[in-house]
């Protein structure tokens, strides 16, 4: 099982657009600390909505997801074949950019700068 300790914070504007769409589910889905959810059920939720392609399979999204756990968002608790278990270190919270007016999905213990325009929120 890998898992991931808190790293220095990865700055919000290096974070991929899949990976900015997967924090958007788990505020909406599973945006407490004491809940745990996997990759498999994040990928569903963002096929379902069309909000990754369709060719992409759970093996491609593995990079997204060790980049959130990279950034001190979650941590990997547990690991069977491709499935992950997470946790979130605190609860996400929804942030405006007052520059760009855009949303972001932060938690409490990372670095505030907004992904579309590096400003800080």
């Keep these: 099982m890998r898992t991931?300790?808190?790293?220095?914070?990865?700055?919000?504007?290096e974070m991929s657009?899949?990976?900015q769409k997967i924090r958007r589910v788990i505020f909406e889905k599973y945006n407490d600390s004491n809940l745990r959810f996997t990759n498999d059920e994040i990928f569903e939720v963002l096929k379902k909505n069309g909000a990754i392609d369709k060719?992409?399979?759970i093996d491609d999204m593995e990079q997204h997801f060790d980049e959130l756990c990279d950034s001190g968002m979650m941590r990997n608790i547990a690991q069977n074949f491709t499935?992950?278990?997470?946790?979130l270190f605190d609860a996400l919270e929804k942030l405006?950019?007052?520059?760009?007016?855009?949303q972001s999905y932060i938690c409490r213990s990372e670095e505030t700068k907004c992904p579309a325009c590096g400003a800080a929120i």
């Design 55 to 57: 060719s992409l399979t």
């Design 17 to 19: 657009e899949i990976s």
């Design 4 to 13: 991931h300790s808190r790293r220095r914070p990865l700055r919000c504007t």
């Design 96 to 102: 405006q950019c007052v520059s760009c007016q855009g």
């Design 83 to 87: 499935t992950q278990w997470f946790k």
